[in-house]
């Protein structure tokens, strides 16, 4: 999948107070620029320091997921992640001027509206996704909390939730297009439990909290002068200790709205990954503990690995076959190191390298121990690089010739019998015949070579 990454055409400013802290806040979300991601600066603080939103900045996880570096946090990020996750904002930067982001209504839906307000404007370079391969699973085996991550052509979440609760027992969810994201999920509130509210108001949290901002849940019966006391204490009006049910003035906007509100946490806790994910979730009992565990995992993939590996299925037809690669590159055997191109785009390609034991090279590199020499790897990567550009060039015959090369790594060696998958990545639009590129080689899902290119793009006599 290859698609631009996005940010906002223009900013959008929000007033609320904040769910834990009481504060009136305001918050304003601007365009940022490629590459950017997504940004909170605190600009009530000295030097307006600035957090990204990823999740190994995650300092806490009760009641909401709290955002930390040196000394300046940011908390209740989720339903603002979610809705730019939704819409496809790769890049943007927020402002706020309190420790927390505020809760408006308890769901996502205003920053749903104020994205479809402003609009979004594509960007110039590519969507980096984190493609899911294999199955992931993650558990936490205090709560029970448990979420799979299975592979998939798109993205996809089920969600299903269970509580000891006569009001609230089992709930699902579930969201197959983003596209459905305002329609199904965005105006789901955040829900608490009355027997959860001392709790919290101990632990000096929920300061903010309303019958306008959460589905309060009254499933287990108090006497009535506690319930009283419990009424007065977070400003409402006293209801019979008697009845039980759903207490807050706006009724459900759907039957299993608190499951759909455990998906949108799910949307906003995986935007901290930093890439949208190909993929499908199936989350058990999910909080924002499990959802931040499940993130850090693929975060720490994400930076061991660098780069993740191209989607290679033998079965797809090519997109340059041999014979049109042949009609590129002006090598030929020995000397030709790249036999089909598996994807191409504007910026970015993808070539396949089949390493046979009746390579010419491996006579000399080594006879008793094959290895494919690093310089061939190199080469390879320069081939499929001339590729990128060559396919798109008009009338004529052009050839591309190095000009530099840096930050070559070897990591692996390269084998008989390995499947070598290339890829080149333009760093900058060609200019005056000039074209930078970065190249990885991986065999499997393991980077074995990296390096960075500059050629020149020469047309032939």
Known sequence: MVTNQHTLKESFSLKGKGLHTGLNIEITFRP????????????????????????????????????????????????????LYAYGVDNCLIDVNAPEVPILD???????????RVGLAEQGEPRDYYIVKNKIEVRDEETGSSITVLPDSSFGVNVHITFDSLILDNQYATLDDLKDFKKEIAASRTFVFVREIELLLQHGLI???????AIVIYERQMDQKRFDQLADTIGIGHKDATQLGYLQHKPLMQSNEPARHKLLDILGDIALIGKP?????????????????????????????????????????PVLDINRVKGLLPHRYPFLLVEKVIQIGPKSIVGVKNVSVNEPFFQGHFPDEPVMPG???????????????????????????????????????????????????????????????????????????????????????
């Open 32 to 83: 940022a620029e490629a590459n950017h991601g997504i940004k909170i600066r605190r600009i009530d603080l000295d030097g307006q320091p600035v957090i990204e939103a990823l999740a190994e900045n995650v300092k806490s996880t009760r009641r909401g997921t709290v955002l930390s570096k040196d000394n300046a946090q940011v908390s209740t990020v989720e339903h603002a992640m979610a809705a």
């Open 277 to 317: 994910i190909l993929g499908r979730i199936i989350a058990n009992c999910p909080g924002h503990k499990i959802n931040n565990k499940f993130a850090c995992i693929i975060r720490k993939d994400i930076k061991h690995n660098g780069k993740q590996s191209p989607v290679y299925n033998p079965n797809v037809p």
């Open 375 to 461: 310089v061939l790897l190199v080469e390879a990567m320069a081939q499929t690089g001339g590729l990128l550009v060559l396919n798109s060039l008009g009338e004529g015959s052009y050839s591309t010739y190095f000009m530099k090369i840096d930050n070559v790594k070897f990591r692996q060696k390269v084998v008989p019998g390995d499947t070598l998958l290339l890829h080149l990545e333009m760093k900058s639009a060609v200019r005056r015949g000039i074209a930078e590129m970065k190249g990885y080689c991986f065999v499997g899902e393991k980077i074995v070579c990296e390096a960075e290119f500059m050629a020149q793009i020469v047309k032939n006599k």
């Open 207 to 213: 300061k903010g909290g309303d019958l306008d901002n």
């Open 106 to 116: 308890g769901s996502a839906i205003v920053y749903a509206d104020e994205i479809e």
